[in-house]
């Protein structure tokens, strides 16, 4: 069975730093693209970065470019981002999400974490 | 950034309806379009993938329809697990990836 399961979320102050882990089971990790994707509270749905399964490809929403670094560790299952800079309107549910077909960039999300609360405040 | 704009924003239908849910792009998406549930609490589900293609586990009552700009969920014969909150994607144009705001589907 897939499994994504995030932590390391928090309540930071503003211009605080956070990293957030995704620990991946059930699947080959090492052959998947990865996304994480947020939700503030009470809205939608937005990508925020995506990695492929090499971290050959690396792509970020313009809003947290230069504040975000997403990275993964093919050998320990695990994905991260890390968040600089933070700011309130980062404050949201932020989901791991595997891409549907292995060896692809085709962005489609069959498989979420629980997500982790990210609270950006002082 | 492609923009997708869901309508209705809140659908109200008893068990046993028919729903349907579209999203418009703000440009063509071919058929790169994706639909997922969500309900409170809970992560994201992926339904149907390119427009038309049922994910893995997903019941028959759920198809989508759709090319270019304009796009259909229909949900027929509606369940009480149904009623949830739809959101679309678009995988053509990204990045950004970029979803809809979501359509709330409640019982009436």
């Known amino acids: 069975e897939v499994q994504l399961v995030e932590s390391g979320g928090g309540l930071v102050q503003p211009g605080g730093s956070l990293t957030l882990s995704c620990a991946a089971s059930g699947f080959t990790f090492s052959t998947y693209s990865m996304n994480w994707v947020r939700q503030a509270p009470g809205k939608g749905l937005e990508w925020v970065s995506y990695i492929s399964s090499s971290s050959s490809d690396i792509y970020y929403r313009d809003s947290v470019k230069g504040r975000f670094t997403i990275s993964r560790d093919n050998a320990k299952n695990s994905l991260y981002l890390q968040m600089n800079s933070l700011r309130a309107e980062d404050t949201a549910v932020y989901y791991c999400?595997?891409?549907?077909?292995?060896?692809?960039?085709?962005?489609?999300?069959?498989?979420w974490g629980q997500g982790t609360l990210v609270t950006v405040s002082s | 950034e492609i923009v997708l704009t869901q309508s209705p924003a809140t659908l109200s239908l008893s068990p046993g309806e028919r729903a349907t849910l579209s999203c418009r792009a703000s440009q063509s998406v071919s058929s790169y379009l994706v639909w997922y549930q969500q309900k409170p609490g809970q992560a994201p589900r992926l339904l149907i993938y390119?427009?038309?293609n049922r994910a893995t586990g997903i019941p028959a009552r759920f198809s989508g329809s759709g090319s270019g700009t304009d796009f259909t969920l229909t949900i027929s014969n509606l369940e009480p697990e149904d009623f949830a909150v739809y959101y679309c994607q678009q995988r053509q144009h990204w990045p950004p990836i970029t979803f809809g705001q979501g359509t709330r589907l409640e019982i009436k």
């Open positions: 390119d427009a038309s």
């Open positions: 999400a595997r891409i549907l077909r292995p060896g692809s960039a085709d962005q489609i999300f069959d498989s």
